[in-house]
């Protein structure tokens, strides 16, 4: 099958690499040179005999009338990444399969979350705000103030791939976990020693919430001032999903109220905020920069999930990581 590179050069060159590319090369005979969207328009290169596209980070959109004309003979794209919302749904429109690396993306982002949940729980994020010598009494003091990780509730919204990847990973802790997905039913919740519970459960008892909704309309503003206001004392908000899930406005208000309440954002909407942003300066806020997806050499795990891919679809074997319409009105 005829194959080329979609997107932009350098996203295509960071995530696959030259070994990854290389060995695409040598399975595929593709030729390295990445069809962006400029060059197709303007005729600079031809991508109407190719069967199989191979992209990541930067793929452009198209309509389902230039997928009709530029793609007339493409069967899949196989993208080196997460979401998918953003291009997929006109290629699926047009019969073109769709695979994603959103299991191999989610792998970092269920890591670095368990472990925020766990350092939150023991208090970890409050003490910085106290590291001067004349202040390590009161550090001490968190020991006491909070839960640790015997016996505390940490909540869990969206049960999807990353969410399942976190409950999997708590289930090592002697931690009660509740679960938020309106997809997902009591026995799946079950397996993993959770149990499924309203929003508004889960923000008054758990000492830590962790966002992992799926990105949608439906999902947008969900997360209120009044939930967040709602949480107990010294509890913990973490947001590794998406920021427009949460009325920003109204956190910053809860968040300047009670000083006890910490925000860990890895997302915000706008990202970054605003220079003008209180999230900059609120000491119970702490924002990291999207670090909490692939980084690194991780980002080669999603084009190995992506070849491997490839590879069972072109002997005609099963396949792990289709993304269908439907799957698109739920997942992230």
Aim: aromatic share 10%; charged share 25%.
């Amino acid at each position: 099958m005829k194959a080329i590179f979609l997107g932009l050069e350098r996203g295509v060159k960071k995530v696959y690499g030259e070994e990854l590319i290389q060995r695409l090369i040598d399975i595929t005979n593709v030729k390295f040179e990445v069809f962006t969207k400029e060059k197709i328009l303007s005729g600079q290169v031809n991508p109407k005999e190719a069967e199989i596209a191979f992209a990541t980070w930067g793929m452009q959109e198209y309509s389902e009338a230039e997928i009709k004309e530029y793609f007339p003979n493409l069967k899949a794209i196989f993208y080196a990444a997460g979401s998918v919302q953003r291009f997929a749904k006109p290629f699926l429109n047009c019969g073109v399969k769709v695979f994603s690396a959103w299991a191999a993306n989610a792998v970092p982002v269920a890591e670095y979350t368990t472990a925020q949940i766990i350092l939150a729980n023991k208090g970890f994020f409050k003490t910085q705000n106290y590291k001067k010598s004349e202040n390590f009494e009161r550090m001490r003091e968190f020991c006491d103030i909070y839960p640790g990780n015997y016996g505390a509730k940490v909540g869990i919204l969206g049960a999807g791939m990353i969410g399942k990847l976190v409950l999997k990973k708590l289930m090592d802790y002697d931690v009660e976990v509740l679960v938020f997905d309106a997809f997902v039913d009591e026995a799946v919740i079950a397996k993993y020693g959770a149990r499924k519970a309203s929003l508004e459960e889960i923000f008054k008892e758990c000492n830590v919430v962790s966002n992992h909704l799926a990105d949608n309309p439906k999902t947008q503003g969900m997360i209120t001032g009044e939930l967040l206001a709602s949480m107990p004392k010294y509890a913990t908000f973490i947001n590794t999903g998406r920021g427009a899930q949460v009325k920003e406005n109204e956190m910053i208000e809860v968040l300047k109220k009670r000083d006890d309440i910490t925000a860990l954002l890895d997302v915000t909407e706008p990202e970054p905020p605003v220079n003008s942003s209180e999230l900059y300066t609120l000491p119970n806020c702490i924002l990291t920069p999207h670090i909490a997806g692939s980084g690194g050499k991780e980002i080669h795990r999603m084009a190995q999930y992506m070849i491997d891919e490839y590879i069972a679809f072109s002997k005609g074997e099963a396949t792990s990581y289709e993304v269908t319409l439907k799957m698109l009105e739920t997942m992230a």
